[in-house]
């Protein structure tokens, strides 16, 4: 059975379209902002620091040196495998994410330059069925990878994500393995591999490709984990530590190399593409 077809597919640029709202309210501090000035310092609230929401597009550019995003991404979407139906079919559950995001699926593949480093970066956007990893995502990131090789360039992904998109059952839970193949090439050919968690990166992603990074960065107030917190009390019985599944927490026990502030991701990412770049 195909799992991919590749009509309806689109590709992205960065070109924002114009927003009649120019003011919004942070749910933080409540105080009313003035929307240029939040977009211009990567979506963080200008009163009390609180990061808002962050879509593919506004995290590539959060992160690129100016213009040079390029959406290399397969042009495919998701088959529906099972057939699966929730509270609706499952193409019809793409058809709207496509049309409120639109993007054609949960991750743009992109070439971009960092910090003058040319890299093969893999952004996901949690509107998007909550950033899930079906067949696609598994393909995208595993094209990425290959293109990363293709370039001798380093590989970048960024990860917000709900998980294993239950939608494609095994076909998803296989996206994991596959992932963890490819990257094994990037490995072998000596190319690094960035991960960035960023809030939230959990399921069989952060259980697969976004922990495989030579380096994994996680954008501070990221969530990371597995399972969500309550199906794991409710399985062992147990209270766990309140800080569980936090960026810290991670940090603490090794699952993760730093922690690193929204308006400081660029320059570190930075520094971390030139310490291999340059060490070659
Ligand atoms: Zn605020």
Avoid at 142 to 162: D, K, N, Q, T
Avoid at 178 to 206: C, D, H, N, W
Avoid at 237 to 246: C, F, G, R, S
């Amino acid at each position: 059975m195909p799992i991919f077809k590749d009509k309806h597919y689109f590709r992205v640029n960065l070109e924002r379209e114009p927003d009649e709202n120019l003011w919004m309210t942070c749910k933080a501090c409540g105080e009313l902002v003035f929307k240029q000035r939040v977009r211009e310092s990567d979506n963080i609230c200008p009163h009390c620091g609180e990061y808002f929401f962050l879509t593919a597009k506004e995290r590539i550019e959060s992160l690129i040196d100016e213009r040079s995003f390029v959406d290399i991404s397969q042009p495919i979407v998701a088959e529906d495998p099972l057939s699966f139906v929730d509270s609706k079919p499952y193409p019809q559950r793409i058809e709207e994410a496509q049309e409120a995001t639109g993007l054609a699926g949960a991750i743009i593949i992109g070439s971009a330059v960092i910090s003058s480093i040319p890299v093969v970066l893999g952004v996901m956007d949690f509107r998007f069925i909550g950033g899930s990893m079906g067949s696609v995502m598994g393909e995208q990131i595993c094209h990425g990878m290959e293109e990363a090789i293709g370039r001798r360039s380093p590989f970048v992904l960024v990860s917000s994500s709900g998980g294993a998109r239950i939608q494609e059952g095994i076909f998803s839970l296989l996206q994991m393995a596959k992932t963890a193949a490819v990257r094994g090439r990037l490995a072998a050919e000596r190319l690094p591999f960035i991960s960035v968690m960023t809030y939230p990166t959990s399921g069989g992603v952060q259980a697969s490709i976004a922990s495989l990074g030579d380096v994994i960065i996680a954008e501070r107030g990221a969530m990371i984990g597995f399972a969500g917190r309550r199906v794991i009390q409710n399985t062992i019985a147990e209270e766990l530590p309140k800080d569980y599944q936090t960026d810290l927490f991670a940090l603490e026990h090794g699952l993760i190399d730093r922690v690193v502030k929204r308006e400081d991701l660029r320059a570190e990412l930075g520094n971390v593409l030139g310490f291999f770049v340059e060490g070659r």
